[in-house]
């Protein structure tokens, strides 16, 4: 029976009254990669939001390796092993690449001020580490030829692919991707899809949740499902029994495209 590494109970966000997210439940577990979409406003990014500790929940619970980690800020969320990329880039534009990927590992550090003031073994062992994590997460990503240019001057592809980088050189055991091909072109979104196989190649213990509109991207991808509108899980299953459901084709802006389709 595989391990499940999140565990989400009767999470709930309201914001000024309004019910964003409505007592929602997930179970993902180790090592699969899943989905989870629905349209505009349906609640998607809060729910990534409140697993990777942006906000906190107004009630529920989130347990992460079967801990409650609802005490836990974002940093400490990080530390224990959950990483996150964001709709919006938020690369560090003046640093390069390698240094944006190796500045994010080092949310993990052990050593203090003292032993880095110091330049003492653990802070040389430590910084070395960090940088071949980086050089290892470049490789995956398929951009280490870009290790010396700097972060803004990539192309917005590049970009969203950096970003995923840094989110894997931290050593993650979840990975939560929202919308990582929003504003890439069809070519760059089937280059996406390869990375995360890649990824999922190369980590195959690390647990990917992916929020994303294309759902080529998703159905390619993702082994299991979960289905969201106006802030509530409305269903979950394959890629086929998603592609199936009556309910999501009447709830989800992607049963228009599904009926063109069938056409």
Do not use: W
């Not at 500790?53 to 092993?81: H, M, V």
């Not at 870009?146 to 894997?168: H, K, M, S, T, V």
């Amino acid at each position: 029976m595989a391990e499940t590494i999140l565990s989400v109970r009767n999470l709930t966000q309201q914001f000024k009254g309004v019910l964003a997210v409505d007592h929602i439940r997930m179970d993902l577990e180790k090592g699969s990669i899943y989905g989870l979409i629905g349209t505009n406003g349906a609640g998607k990014s809060t729910v990534i939001n409140m697993i990777s500790g942006s906000i906190p929940p107004t009630e529920g619970e989130i347990l992460f390796g079967g801990k409650d980690i609802g005490k836990l800020d974002a940093a400490g969320r990080a530390k224990a092993g959950i990483a996150r990329t964001f709709q919006n880039l938020r690369l560090f534009s003046g640093q390069t690449v390698l240094d944006n990927v190796i500045t994010a590992s080092q949310i993990t550090r052990k050593y203090n001020l003292l032993e880095m003031l110091a330049c003492m073994p653990r802070y040389r062992r430590e910084e070395k580490d960090f940088s071949e994590r980086a050089k290892d997460a470049l490789r995956i990503m398929d951009i280490e030829r870009y290790e010396d240019f700097q972060a803004d001057n990539l192309p917005y592809g590049l970009q969203r692919r950096l970003e995923i980088a840094r989110c894997l050189a931290i050593r993650p055991k979840l990975l939560l991707l929202d919308e990582p091909a929003a504003g890439m072109n069809p070519h760059e979104s089937l280059k996406l899809v390869d990375d995360i196989r890649v990824i999922h190649r190369t980590h195959p213990e690390m647990t990917i949740l992916l929020i994303e509109h294309d759902m080529k991207v998703v159905m390619n991808l993702c082994g299991y499902i979960f289905v969201m509108a106006s802030g509530r899980m409305i269903a979950e299953g394959t890629p086929k029994q998603i592609y199936d459901s009556e309910e999501v084709i009447s709830a989800y802006l992607g049963g228009i495209v599904h009926r063109k389709e069938r056409a």
